[in-house]
């Protein structure tokens, strides 16, 4: 008799949908966590090339802390294509005006570069206050 290892389907996965506080967490240690969740690690029918993730709702994002003088330090690159066309902005400048966009890149920079990944990122809402417009999907309060 021959065993096989099971491998899961996009329909075996009951998606839930959760909500973390991100007051006075660490960046790069809430992103890491808040990535193993979207991406579905926590499940115990985990399957690499399937999305067996959850709905993750992320409040008080203006209210992240890093560590260090990464505020001053850490600076985001981006390049319009032409040249002498490369534009820079710190942590700081990026939090006063989205906070949200510092999680959000530091999350989705934690999630696969493939179709997979660019899905898996569309899981992911993140608001800078302590209201979201999701109360209708009843999410799940997550301490991390």
Same mark, same amino acid.
């Given at each position: 008799?021959?065993?096989?290892?099971?491998?899961?389907?996009?329909?075996?996965?009951? +998606? *839930?949908?959760?909500?973390? &506080?991100?007051?006075?967490?660490? %960046?790069?240690?809430?992103?890491? #966590?808040?990535?193993?969740? =979207?991406?579905?690690?926590?499940?115990?029918?985990?399957?690499?090339?399937?999305?067996?993730?959850?709905?993750?709702?992320?409040? *008080?994002? &203006?209210? =992240?802390?890093?560590?260090?003088?990464?505020?001053? #330090? $850490?600076?985001?690159?981006?390049?319009?294509?032409?040249?002498?066309? =490369?534009?820079? +902005?710190?942590?700081?400048?990026? %939090?006063?005006?989205?906070? +949200? +966009?510092?999680?959000?890149?530091?999350?989705?920079?934690?999630?696969? $570069? *493939?179709?997979?990944?660019?899905? %898996?990122?569309?899981?992911?809402?993140?608001?800078?206050?302590? #209201?979201?417009?999701?109360?209708? #999907? $009843?999410?799940?309060?997550?301490?991390?």
């Amino acid at each position: 008799m021959k065993k096989y290892t099971y491998s899961a389907k996009r329909a075996d996965n009951k +998606e *839930n949908w959760c909500v973390i &506080d991100a007051k006075d967490q660490v %960046l790069g240690r809430l992103a890491s #966590q808040v990535a193993y969740r =979207i991406r579905g690690k926590h499940n115990p029918l985990y399957t690499p090339h399937v999305d067996m993730g959850d709905w993750v709702v992320i409040i *008080n994002a &203006d209210k =992240i802390r890093l560590t260090g003088n990464k505020m001053d #330090q $850490k600076t985001y690159y981006r390049h319009s294509g032409y040249m002498g066309g =490369i534009k820079s +902005e710190t942590v700081k400048e990026v %939090l006063e005006k989205k906070p +949200e +966009e510092v999680l959000r890149k530091a999350v989705r920079g934690m999630l696969p $570069k *493939n179709r997979l990944g660019r899905k %898996l990122g569309k899981k992911l809402f993140v608001y800078a206050g302590d #209201q979201h417009p999701h109360a209708a #999907q $009843k999410p799940e309060v997550v301490e991390i």
